[in-house]
């Protein structure tokens, strides 16, 4: 059985490395790279083709709108997931707007 692999994107490392202990516990997913800004997010798809990219909205240099909007264009394939601090309804059109699979909010 094949796992999912992920790309975990986010500015800060301790949430990274929280998503990575957590993931640890699911045998069919494993985490394949960390990025800690959109730019890093863009070149990590590219280099590891993960299944699913699990992208922080708010970060520096790059955030994770403008990643994803890269990443759709030139991977449409991979899916990603908008993750963000803030609330469900704030993030909800931010996630729509650049096609994402989806959004969580980091207090779920």
């Known amino acids: 059985m094949s796992s999912v692999e992920i790309l975990i994107v986010d500015d800060q490392a301790r949430f990274r490395r929280t998503?990575?202990?957590?993931?640890?516990?699911?045998?069919?997913c494993r985490v394949c790279g960390q990025a800690g800004d959109g730019i890093e997010a863009v070149e990590g798809v590219h280099r590891l083709h993960p299944?699913?990219?699990l992208m922080d909205i708010n970060m520096p240099s790059m955030d994770g709108l403008e990643a994803t909007r890269i990443i759709r264009r030139e991977s449409p394939d991979c899916n990603i997931v908008m993750v963000t601090q803030n609330d469900a309804r704030v993030?909800?059109?931010?996630?729509?707007?650049?096609?994402?699979n989806g959004f969580v909010t980091k207090s779920d």
């Open 19 to 28: 998503v990575r202990s957590l993931i640890g516990f699911k045998p069919d």
């Open 51 to 53: 299944d699913l990219v």
């Open 91 to 100: 993030a909800r059109e931010p996630a729509r707007s650049v096609d994402a």
